[in-house]
């Protein structure tokens, strides 16, 4: 089961058209070349926002 999480900043989260295709892509990349079943693809968009540090790049 495919489970793509993508972790995106909080002031950077793009508008919902385009996590649409980002989407898309991604089951795209799931069925096509993994050949999981649609039903097992599991795509995830988390909202973050920097505590302390450098920020992972």
Known sequence: ????????????????EALADLTEQCTELCTGILHAA???VHII????????????S
């Not at 089961?1 to 919902?16: G, S």
């Open 1 to 16: 089961m495919p489970n793509v999480t993508i972790y995106i900043p909080a002031d950077k989260m793009p508008p919902d």
């Open 38 to 40: 649609l039903a097992n």
């Open 45 to 56: 968009y988390v909202a973050v926002g920097h505590g302390r540090g450098t920020p992972p």
